[in-house]
T-cell receptor
Framework: GQQLNQSPQSMFIQEGEDVSMNCTSS?????WLWYKQDPGEGPVLLIA?????ELTSNGRLTAQFGITRKDSFLNISASIPSDVGIYFC???????????FGQGTRLTINP | DGGITQSPKYLFRKEGQNVTLSCEQN?????MYWYRQDPGQGLRLIYY???????QKGDIAEGYSVSREKKESFPLTVTSAQKNPTAFYLC???????????????FGPGTRLLVL
């Protein structure tokens, strides 16, 4: 089946640093979604991307739909303690009925 | 407020017992989904439904059953055939699968199932 490779698996950074993570696949995607999950809670949608090359921001978060349609990137600028959590990418290929999820990037911030 | 609710937050199951997890949405979404999440792992699809009275198996449907009698409700039953049911269960919904932006899924708060 289709797979999404999300990296890195975990990140340990200092407060105030910028963060970058990405998802790649050998398949072409029509939709890319980025979610954040806090411990014991459901994932919350951060950014949705529907067009190749699209660059969308949500506060300090910026995500891009790769021009090849096989990857997506999420950047967080000037990280703060509440950014801690697990970030998931998800994508949908043409004609598919189910989202494919990455394995998640666990972000830890040292104050 | 519009959203997805799951109940209970925590559920305990005895060996050999069936338990049902509730998922309700008032977003008027067509599609609903059930995922299982194990510690430190990603999401695995159990079942999904794109329309009332219809549902399809996901990647790990064995030991689970669902029904979709109403648009707003998609209960999941964890049967005694599921030998390792301890996990975090997440319900999600999306507006119009197959349409641009329609596949975006919104998640409930989750139910943690523990086996006694």
């Amino acid at each position: 089946g289709q797979q999404l490779n999300q990296s890195p698996q975990s990140m340990f950074i200092q407060e105030g640093e910028d963060v970058s993570m990405n998802c790649t696949s050998s398949s072409i995607f029509n939709t890319w979604l980025w979610y954040k999950q806090d411990p014991g809670e459901g994932p919350v949608l951060l950014i949705a991307l529907y067009k190749a090359g699209e660059l969308t921001s949500n506060g300090r978060l910026t995500a891009q739909f790769g021009i090849t349609r096989k990857d997506s990137f999420l950047n967080i600028s000037a990280s703060i303690p509440s950014d801690v959590g697990i970030y998931f990418c998800a994508g949908l290929t043409q004609g598919a009925q189910k989202l494919v999820f990455g394995q998640g990037t666990r972000l830890t911030i040292n104050p | 407020d519009g959203g997805i609710t799951q109940s209970p937050k925590y559920l305990f199951r005895k060996e050999g017992q069936n338990v049902t997890l509730s998922c309700e949405q008032n977003l008027n979404h067509d599609a609903m989904y059930w995922y299982r999440q194990d510690p430190g792992q990603g999401l695995r699809l159990i079942y999904y439904s794109q329309i009332v009275n219809d549902f399809q198996k996901g990647d790990i449907a064995e030991g689970y059953s669902v029904s979709r009698e109403k648009k707003e409700s998609f209960p999941l039953t964890v049967t005694s055939a599921q030998k390792n049911p301890t996990a975090f269960y997440l319900c999600a919904s999306s507006d119009h699968p197959g349409q641009t932006a329609g596949e975006t899924q919104y998640f409930g708060p989750g139910t943690r199932l523990l086996v006694l």
